[in-house]
C-alpha cells in the first residue's frame, strides 16, 4: 500500500524556518517525482515545488521562490522541504504527493500544518 | 503560469442527479488535465488523469472529457460522498496549476 506520512509542521513566528517531511512506502520512491502543494485554512490548492525521481530538477512557485529548497534522499524514501524566511500568508497544511509524469498527483499524504504568526 | 477558470463557481444538486463541472485553461495543455475531488479534512484524491483516464479505485460514475482548452468532470449519479469540492489541474507545464474549486452541495 503507498504510504505518504508528512512530519514537521508546527508554529513559528515570522522571518522563522520549519523543515517538513515526507516519508514514502510502498512504492519504489526513486522511481517517482514529488510535489508538495498547500492549502491555507478555507482556500483552495496552490501547487509549490516538485523534484524529479533523482533529485536533479527542482521547481519552486514564485510566490515561495528563494525561500523554500526541496531535496531528497532517496535512500530513505524521504523528501524534504526546506522552508526559510516564513512569512504570515505560507500558514497552510502542506500535503506531500507523488507525481506520475504528465498524470496527476495519485498519492498524498494526510498533510503537515505550518502555522506563520507572532 | 497556465490559469484553470472552473464553472460554476458552487453547484447545488440532490442524490441521484447527473452533474458537469467545467474546466478552461488559458492556453492549449493538450489532454493533461486532471480531476481531483476533496472532502473536508481529507487530502484530494485524483479521480480523473489526462482528461479521459479513470484513476485506478475512483468510482466508474465519474468521466472526463475535453481536449486542448475546455474540460468536463461529470458524474452521472451523484452518492453522498459526491458532495464535496472538486479540483481541475493542468500537468502540461510547470507550475501544475489548479482551479480555484467548486463546490458540490
Known amino acids: 500500500e503507498v504510504q505518504l506520512v508528512e512530519s514537521g509542521g508546527g508554529l513559528v513566528q515570522p522571518g522563522g524556518s520549519l523543515r517538513l517531511s515526507c516519508v514514502a512506502s510502498g512504492f519504489t520512491f526513486s522511481s517517482y517525482a514529488m510535489h508538495w502543494v498547500r492549502q491555507a485554512p478555507g482556500k483552495g490548492l496552490e501547487y509549490v515545488s516538485a523534484?524529479?525521481?533523482?533529485?536533479?530538477?527542482?521547481y519552486y512557485a514564485s510566490s515561495v521562490q528563494g525561500r523554500f529548497t526541496l531535496s531528497r534522499d532517496n535512500s530513505k524514501d524521504t523528501v524534504y522541504l526546506q522552508m526559510d524566511s516564513l512569512r504570515p500568508e505560507d500558514t497552510a497544511l502542506y500535503y506531500c504527493?507523488?507525481?506520475?509524469?504528465?498524470?496527476?498527483?495519485?498519492?498524498w499524504g494526510h498533510g503537515s500544518l505550518v502555522t506563520v504568526s507572532s | 503560469d497556465i490559469q484553470m477558470t472552473q464553472s460554476p463557481s458552487s453547484l447545488s444538486a440532490y442524490l441521484g442527479d447527473r452533474v458537469t463541472i467545467t474546466c478552461r485553461a488559458s492556453?492549449?495543455?493538450?489532454?493533461?488535465l486532471n480531476w481531483y475531488r476533496q472532502t473536508p479534512g481529507r487530502a484530494p484524491n485524483l479521480l480523473i488523469h489526462?482528461?479521459?483516464s479513470l484513476h485506478v479505485g475512483a468510482p466508474a460514475r465519474y468521466s472526463g472529457g475535453g481536449s486542448g482548452t475546455e474540460f468536463t468532470l461529470t458524474i452521472s449519479t451523484l452518492h453522498p460522498e459526491d458532495f464535496a469540492t472538486y479540483y481541475c489541474?493542468?500537468?502540461?507545464?510547470?507550475?501544475?496549476?489548479f482551479g480555484q474549486g467548486i463546490k458540490l452541495e
Open positions: 489541474q493542468q500537468s502540461y507545464a510547470t507550475p501544475y496549476t
Open positions: 492556453q492549449n495543455i493538450t489532454n493533461y
Open positions: 523534484i524529479d525521481s533523482i533529485g536533479f530538477s527542482t
Open positions: 504527493a507523488r507525481g506520475v509524469l504528465g498524470a496527476g498527483l495519485d498519492y
Open positions: 489526462t482528461a479521459h
